[in-house]
């Protein structure tokens, strides 16, 4: 069984409801589909019925909930509420109706702060920042944690090195420049995460292009510094740095540039100094050691809200509305 297998069995297991907003694509139809065939979540679109029917032509949605925010009975009660979370901003009741008419992300969003679902999945025709922008508004973080950032789930196949080939990578999907404290926080959100998904002890590699002080340069000091903190922060956590991405994955390569470290060779969280190397990495992984890669998903949000790369096929949509479900599943 795949990865993304043991995901999906998880997901049924206590099966959680999730909104896909974006219903003026046609990969969202053909995943709902699919998500419904398999009984891996209870599934909401948001739209007209008309536009829903027309969008998801030729597929068998039954079972789908279509609310259409112009009829549904629940409107009026998400605009108040989110005229009360935003009433500091200035928020009036018409441009809360105006928003939640229109924007079926926001809308999605507030089902999810109502408690009429229990996550969503957004991105396949949206920016990453128009995702997050009504989950940040409206959800705010979880508490206790410092920073929202984005990882994504990588399973590369036939692999011998992180956890039989799964890794998370961090932050590769909206932090771009994380400073020190930022960098740590990545790092132990990133644990978590891998721990519920992967369900194996995480074990974290703070990277770089230097190993153990083999360079010298700002961009390395931040990374120990980042290390330092995280260390102190999370004193249980298997956490090294700085390594390089050989030494912090490959056995004999770790046991060669960084003898004295319990973490060199056998890294499956893999955390990037910034959102560039992050981005590359993960598309590299996923392009040319073809790895399957779900994401970005979320951490620090107070409810499960996940993004999606604009590049996503439907079956990328099934995957992380999975993980979405699991995801839920942990917030009760």
Do not use: W
Not at 8 to 33: G, M, Q
Not at 221 to 245: F, M, R, S, Y
Not at 273 to 286: E, T
């Amino acid at each position: 069984m795949g990865f993304i297998d043991v995901i999906k069995e998880r997901a049924r297991s206590n099966k959680k409801t999730i909104v896909l907003p974006e219903t003026e694509d046609r990969r969202t139809f053909e995943a709902a589909e699919k998500i419904l065939k398999e009984g891996i979540a209870d599934i909401i679109l948001v739209g007209s019925e008309e536009a829903v029917k027309k969008g998801g032509e030729g597929l068998d949605l039954t079972g789908a909930v279509v609310i259409d925010p112009a009829t549904s009975d629940k409107t009026q009660g998400y605009i108040d509420k989110l005229v009360e979370l935003r009433s500091k901003k200035g928020m009036t009741p018409e441009q809360a109706k105006e928003i939640l008419l229109n924007q079926y992300l926001y809308y999605g969003v507030m089902m999810v702060k109502m408690g009429d679902a229990d996550g969503m999945v957004s991105g396949a025709c949206h920016s990453t920042a128009d995702t997050l922008r009504p989950c940040l508004q409206i959800l705010k973080t979880k508490p206790g944690t410092k920073l929202v950032s984005a990882f994504f789930l990588i399973v590369v196949p036939d692999c011998e090195y992180g956890a039989n080939g799964a890794f998370v990578f961090g932050d590769s999907g909206l932090v771009q420049d994380p400073n020190p404290e930022e960098l740590a926080a990545i790092a132990a959100s990133s644990a978590d995460s891998f721990r519920l998904l992967v369900q194996e002890e995480p074990v974290v590699a703070m990277l770089s292009h230097s190993t153990m002080g083999s360079a010298k340069h700002a961009l390395v000091d931040k990374v120990v510094e980042a290390t330092k903190i995280a260390k102190e922060q999370n004193p249980g956590l298997k956490l090294d740095g700085e390594l390089q991405l050989d030494a912090a994955i490959v056995p004999s390569v770790g046991s060669s540039k960084a003898p004295n470290s319990d973490v060199a060779g056998k890294a499956n969280v893999l955390i990037f100094p910034n959102l560039d190397a992050g981005n590359i990495g993960y598309k590299l992984a996923q392009r040319l050691a073809k790895a399957e890669a779900y994401g970005p998903i979320t951490q620090g949000i107070a409810k499960p809200v996940n993004d999606l790369s604009r590049g996503c096929s439907a079956d990328d949509i099934v995957g992380v509305v999975a993980i979405t479900a699991v995801q839920c599943q942990a917030e009760d």
